[in-house]
Every structure is written in C-alpha cells, then in structure tokens.
C-alpha cells in the first residue's frame, strides 16, 4: 500500500494532467486547479462539457475524449458527477486520480480502487501540495 506521499509524487510524475470540472470562473476550484497546472509549467487540459477553452487552453468536453498523455487526473465535481468522471477515467486508462476535497465519492473511490487506480481522496489538496497563489 502506497502512503499519501508516494500517490502524490506518482500523481505529479505524470507527463499531463486532465482538469474535470474545469471553470471559466476564476473564483471556482476548477479554475484555479487549472492555473496552478499553469504556474507550475505543466501541461493540463480541462475538461468540460460545454465550453472550447479555458484560461487560452481548448477544453475537451469529457473524460474519454483526454490525449494519451494524460495520466493523472484531478476531479473538482460534485459528488455525484465524480461518479461518472471516475468511470470514464477507468475506460479510459487513467492511472492516478485526485479528488479535490468536496469532490470525493465512496463509490468513486472504491470504483478507482478497484480499477488499480491510485487515489487521493483524503483531503489533500492540489493547490496546497502545489504551493498555489493567486495572482
């Protein structure tokens, strides 16, 4: 069983990182996750179903439609779409999910598990790890 540290250091390793519940709205969680891929120049790609890009990069509307080299995945959702967003990661061969606190589902995270997904959901945050500042 991996700690908390190694899933975050395998988490971080990934070559791009998908943003589910990716916002316009600077205020939102989704966005700022989005931005602190940014500021720590790594390649992300949002994830949301109905606009084309945001912070200037092109938004894919689900999941499944993520490039290969998208490893890792960060949820900002409600409850009940992390529950959807965690089956099509499975489908689609994500090998690291990071629900952000608010995001997690028992399901979800019993459904990654299964999967041989490894899972942060235990109220660790992207934007702490990270080390995220406004600008």
Known sequence: MKTIDEKIAAFLAAPAFGVAGASKNPDKYGNKVLRCYQMN??????VNPVETEIEGMACVRT??????EVESLSIITPPQVTDKV???????????????????????????????????ADGSCLLVVLGYREH
């Open 63 to 68: 999941v499944g439609d993520l490039p290969p």
């Open 86 to 120: 965690v089956e099509l990661a499975i489908a689609k061969g994500i090998k690291h999910i990071w629900m952000q606190p608010g995001a997690q589902s028992a399901a979800a995270i019993a459904a990654a598990e299964a999967a041989g997904i490894d899972v942060i």
């Open 41 to 46: 120049g790594r390649k992300a790609v949002p």
